[in-house]
Nanobody
């Protein structure tokens, strides 16, 4: 499976955005999907994860309520909905995957990564 993230762009504070992560290959439905982000000059951080079964989600407390992760297995695509965007949300957003994986925030647990898509929020 290979991952390709898209949907980033320049938006104003308060706007919403949807990021897509298209997976090519087989067995997408068996992968736990996640999103991470890396702001300029900062380390990459966990944003959201969605289990491969039962639709369980996991968010850091700081982002809970504003960001939503979902997936459409028929389209081999995971999504990240960003709402009420703030300037501090400016970052490169990466999607990641781990097969049959549990919901974890650790980057090292994910063995597949997309190339990243840039989200810039102007204040």
């Amino acid at each position: 499976v290979q991952l390709q993230a898209s949907g980033g762009g320049l938006v104003q504070a308060g706007a919403s955005l949807r990021l897509d992560c298209l997976a090519s290959g087989y067995h997408f439905s068996t992968y736990t999907m996640a999103w991470f982000r890396q702001a300029p000059g900062k380390e990459r951080e966990f944003v959201a994860a969605l289990s491969f079964t039962e639709g369980k989600t996991y968010y850091p407390d700081s982002l809970k309520g504003r960001f939503t992760i979902s997936r459409d297995n028929s389209k081999n695509t995971a999504y990240l909905f960003l709402n009420s965007l703030k300037s501090e949300d400016t970052a490169v957003y990466y999607c990641a995957a781990r097969r049959y994986g549990s919901l974890v925030a650790s980057q090292s647990a994910y063995d597949l990564w997309g190339q990243g898509t840039l989200v810039t929020v102007s204040s």
